[in-house]
């Protein structure tokens, strides 16, 4: 039938440009054959209209297309529906980023079924490079779920991924494994995966997955206040996405060079990076676009004493995600900013409750509470001063580092001083803010080396011992003139205060 053969002529085009990285040209070419087959009457359900549906919504999701998503779930149920469990497997692995899970703050449970779905119809191929890029996938997408469950999942699959000796199989384990198991403790075995990560894409030529490996060490060397390691990975990261044709590797790109900007203290580049991110991520469909540039907005305004201007998104951003503990510490920090006492105490509290140890072991969770010691210290909460000292204090040297990379702020260090300054433990807070300035000014972040000079000398000034004074003196005309060189309006205004 000539029009079934058209069909067959438009997939194959749609492989070649797939195949040439012509994504947006091979995801046209696989709407054509598939239209193509309805005309020539195919059965709705048959083999190569399945087969087109993933080769549609892979090209889709390379494209930045957001529709990839809808696809690759019709492509799930045809292949349910055929006992294709091949197929069903494909499309379950297809519907993904592969190094971030699909919803920030939130479980995608359609992608998530469908994963658990195929897993069960693999049960048998227990040792299968396909079972094993489930498992990771599938503890992926609980990033932001039970956090025993998605461990079990990951460290399943990359013991199976070793097994089979694989490595393709084995880089996309690792590469889902990174944000699975993101937290503080896991910080130095993350910075050895994407070592291995990189020579895998190596050895595979794969240059998307070293774009991949690239964006993930960026973000745990920040964590480890490796900046000279960080930017290696954004400069090279930024060279190779340039020829790639996936948006959605340049955005994360886009993204992290915003929020290095805001680390070295150049605000007006970090906004001007910040809105080309939000542009790109609209453009090729990111659901997460404007809330990371409300994120970096945030802390743009929050550094220039113009937080005010972008409250109204921060309440949003926190209303959407009544269940995203980050979201919600960053309104109580921003009202604590703006010295609104009864507000952030309202949304502390909430966050406080049996002393910070509920809230998630996520990916945000270092964050969380680094913006929860800002406000315990602002309200004096000695008592709770206590228990989130405890939690900070086996990271001290790591940054606060929030999703992807898009900010970075100050070192742990920073926060503990604030906790010993609210107990009272006034020589413990020094040598926490000594270390903290140390850390600040080997990584060239000028903002934060001035917001830990401004506390420190707060601290100077309660505890009133010989030469402290003094010290604070020359510490607060350190602060004031590095926030009236960046326009640090919060910063200068709080030292000139202090310092008066």
Not at 42 to 69: F, H, K, T, V
Not at 363 to 388: E, F, K, M, N, Q
Request: glycine share 6%; net charge negative; proline share 3%.
């Amino acid at each position: 039938m000539p029009t079934a053969t058209n069909a067959a002529y438009a997939t194959r085009a749609g492989d070649r440009a797939l195949a040439q990285l012509a994504h947006d040209e091979a995801a046209a070419y696989y709407r054509s054959a598939l239209e193509l087959l309805d005309a020539a009457g195919e059965r709705a359900g048959g083999p190569e209209r399945l087969r087109l549906l993933i080769a549609l919504g892979q090209a889709q999701r390379r494209a930045g297309d957001p529709d990839y998503r809808e696809t690759l779930l019709t492509a799930a149920g045809l292949a349910r529906e055929q006992g294709n469990t091949a197929a069903l497997a494909e499309a379950a692995l297809a519907n993904t980023r592969a190094i971030l899970y699909s919803v920030v703050g939130a479980v995608d449970h359609e992608r998530v079924a469908v994963l658990e779905q195929a897993l069960a119809a693999t049960a048998d191929a227990t040792d299968s490079p396909i079972r094993a890029r489930l498992l990771a996938t599938l503890g992926l997408e609980l990033t932001w779920g039970s956090r025993r469950r998605r461990l079990e999942l990951s460290g399943e699959a990359l013991e199976l991924a070793r097994r089979l000796g694989d490595p393709a199989t084995l880089a996309e384990v690792l590469q889902a494994r990174f944000y699975a198991c993101a937290t503080p403790d896991t910080r130095a075995e993350r910075l050895a995966n994407t070592a291995e990560l990189l020579a895998l894409a190596d050895q595979l030529g794969d240059d998307a997955a070293r774009s991949r490996a690239l964006a993930l060490r960026f973000r745990v060397a920040m964590e480890s206040a490796d900046v000279a390691e960080a930017d290696r990975c954004l400069e090279a990261n930024q060279r190779l996405t340039a020829d790639l044709g996936q948006p959605t590797l340049r955005w994360f790109v886009d993204l992290q060079r915003a929020g290095r900007s805001l680390l070295a203290g150049r605000l007006e580049e970090a906004e001007r990076l910040a809105h080309d991110a939000l542009e790109l991520g609209q453009s090729s469909g990111q659901p997460e676009a404007l809330g990371f540039f409300v994120w970096q907005q945030a802390a743009i305004r929050f550094e220039q004493g113009r937080l005010g201007e972008v409250l109204d998104p921060i309440r949003q951003a926190a209303a959407d995600h009544p269940r995203a503990s980050t979201a919600k510490s960053v309104l109580a920090r921003a009202y604590a900013e703006l010295d609104r006492t009864d507000e952030a105490r309202a949304v502390y509290e909430e966050l406080a409750a049996s002393e910070f140890t509920d809230l998630p072991v996520d990916p945000g969770w270092l964050r969380t509470l680094t913006h929860c010691a800002t406000v315990c210290a602002y309200l004096g909460d000695a008592a709770r001063a206590a228990a989130l000292y405890r939690l900070l204090a086996p990271y001290p040297d790591q940054l606060s580092v929030s999703q992807i990379g898009v900010l970075a702020s100050s070192s742990v260090q920073h926060y503990l001083g604030l906790l010993a300054t609210t107990m009272g433990r006034f020589d413990d807070a020094e040598a926490r803010f000594a270390a903290a300035a140390t850390t600040h000014q080997r990584i060239q972040a000028p903002t934060w080396l001035a917001r830990t000079r401004l506390e420190w000398a707060r601290t100077l000034l309660v505890r009133r011992q010989a030469g402290d004074v003094e010290r604070a003196r020359e510490l607060l005309g350190q602060a004031i003139a590095t926030a009236r060189e960046l326009g640090l309006g919060t910063v200068e205004r709080r030292a000139v205060a202090l310092l008066h």
